[in-house]
Each structure stands twice: as C-alpha cells, then as structure tokens.
C-alpha cells in the first residue's frame, strides 16, 4: 500500500502526503487550505530561534496553530545550541505543536551565515550539537525531527555523516530534499540518495522525502523508487492544494480527478479570507499577488488576468478581476 499511517515517535499520522515548510507561504492560512484538501501533516514556515529567544511578537505568530489540523509541526533554524534549546522549550511551552522540526537544508546566504540551514548539514558535529539541545531541551515530550540536504556541493556530499549525527542525536525521523546546497532549487534532486538513506537506516526511524514533487505523480514515483515513508509537497503545493487530495486517491486507487476552476479560484477566495482574519486586509491583499497568479496558472486567459493580479490592493479588487474567469474553460 502506498499510502499509509506513519508513527513519528509517539506521534501516529493517518496519511503519509505533507506540506513541507516554505518560507513565506506555509503561514497557518495556507495550512488550513492544504488539510481541507487531504494535507496529513503540515509544518510552519521556519521560525528564527533567536528571534524567538528575544520574545519577537512577530515570530511567535509564525507556530499558531490552524483551527482545523489536527496535527503540525513548529519547524526551527538555528546555529548555536544553547539559542535552539531555549527555542525548543518556547515552543513545547507555548503551543501545542506535536513535533518540533530543525532546518538544516536552507541554502538561502543569510541563515548560511548565521551557521544554519545547509551550513548544519555540511557540518555534522555542529548538526549533532544543535540537535542534541534541542532533544534534550523538549524531555521526550515533542519528536524531533530533523531536514537535511546532499551536501554543500558536488564535491562535499555529507548527507550520510549529517543522517547519522542526527539519528545519534536522538531525532524521531529525517527528511532528505537530495539537492546540495550550490544546486539550490536547480537541476534535478538526486532520489538515488534518498533510497540509500532509506536502506542504511531502515527500521530505525522514518525517511520522508522532498525535492522535485508538482504532481500525484510524482509522489507515486518517489514512494515507489526509493520506499521513503512520507513526502512533502513544497512548491508543486502551491496554487494547487487540491494535489493531496489527488495524491492520496492515485496512491489508493491508481486514478484521480481533477479539480475544476471554480473550485480553485474559490479555494483562493477562500485562503485570502483566512489571510485577512489574521493579517488585515491590506497585507493579506498584497500577500496573496503570487498566490492568486499560482492559482490561476493554467486557466484559459491566465496571462491577462495575472497582469492584473499583481496590482490588486482590495478583496473587491480580487473579486472584479477573477469574475472574468469563465468556468468552463
């Protein structure tokens, strides 16, 4: 069966499809989107741990929790490990997370710098430390769960001394995106690393798989090829929700239908209204320029109407421009 329960630690899922953790756009607006549409685990965008340290209001916005998942991850970054075990405990104390994740693929310079993100995988003793405090910081009371890259480049591969730093660590599962970190989101994620990560640490804690998923497909592919347990939508989720839904009757079922362009631009209706519930109207209003573009790609006429997306300010802006859309297209 390709689609299953998954146990992280204590905690026991019902589906093995989730929404990773994107910078920017997994905010708890999206998140409720994404389990309406058959997202079995979800996770926060990533959450500075020494913003979090410093009591940054703004920060600890980022892990409320959405109304409707009945699970989530808080996922952190960080390069110090005193900084992300006070973090840990903020974040056991202060939501009701049912597992703490920590960043350790971000290519982006700027968490780089801080000795975080890709900078933990390309060094697997800094990897353990960071992950050790935050293990020991939360008591067994929240998994830990960790997200690593290939490696830093082609010639420094370090997923197998990163992997088994993190399992010494104490972790409860591990997700590989099989990219280095000079590959950012470029070229062609290497799912050949991921099975031999999943055959070196088979039966031990579960392998969750990201990196090159726009369709059920997809999913399907990686399952099959490399029997990670778990995969994580990022970008192939975006402006397409509807892909876990789609996912789970593939893997159940070996066909799927997909959804038509009322129920797309009416799920856009629907996130901009959450967005604006918890960010006010003119913030959610710009914010949901990209994500009204996502969700239009592919509909008849699209280019002219995302012409106009990126200027809307208002809901009424939205509504105006969308009721052009003939649904039968």
Not at 88 to 109: L, Q, W, Y
Not at 133 to 159: F, M
Not at 226 to 246: D, K, L, Q, W, Y
Request: glycine share 8%; hydrophobic share 40%.
């Amino acid at each position: 069966m390709l689609y299953h329960g998954v146990k992280i630690g204590s905690l026991k899922l019902k589906g093995n499809i989730f929404l990773a953790p994107v910078a920017g756009y997994t905010d708890r607006a999206f998140r409720t989107v994404c389990v309406e549409h058959g997202a079995a685990f979800t996770y926060t965008e990533m959450v500075s741990a020494e913003a979090l340290v410093r009591g940054n209001n703004k920060t600890s916005a980022l892990m409320n929790r959405a109304e409707n998942e009945k699970s989530y991850a808080v996922q952190i970054f960080g390069g110090e490990g005193e900084v992300m075990a006070k973090a840990a405990r903020i974040v056991r104390d202060k939501t009701s997370c049912e597992c703490i994740d920590i960043n350790c693929g971000c290519p982006v310079p700027k968490i780089i710098k801080t000795g975080a993100g890709s900078a933990l995988t390309r060094d697997p003793d800094r990897l353990y430390t960071v992950t050790k405090a935050v293990v020991d910081s939360v008591e067994g009371k929240i998994p830990v769960t960790v997200k690593i890259r290939s490696g830093w480049d082609a010639e420094t591969i370090t997923w197998k001394e990163a992997a088994d730093a993190a399992l010494s660590a104490g972790i409860s599962a591990i997700t590989i995106h099989p990219r280095t970190r000079a590959q950012g989101y470029e070229g062609k994620a290497d799912w050949a690393i991921m099975k031999e990560l999943v055959t070196r640490i088979a039966g031990r804690i579960p392998v969750f798989g990201s990196g090159d998923l726009f369709t059920p497909e997809d999913a399907q592919a990686m399952i099959s090829q490399t029997g990670c347990s778990a995969v994580m939508f990022a970008r192939g989720a975006m402006g397409n929700p509807f892909i876990f839904t789609e996912t789970k009757q593939l893997l159940e079922t070996g066909v799927y239908s997909i959804v038509n362009t009322e129920e797309r631009i009416q799920t856009g209706f629907r996130e901009l209204s959450l967005l604006i519930n918890d960010l006010g109207e003119e913030y959610a209003c710009k914010e949901m320029r990209k994500r009204f573009c996502a969700y239009t790609k592919g509909i008849k006429g699209s280019a002219e109407i995302r012409l106009q997306l990126v200027h809307a300010s208002t809901s009424a802006d939205y509504h105006r421009i969308l009721n052009t859309i003939q649904y039968y297209s």
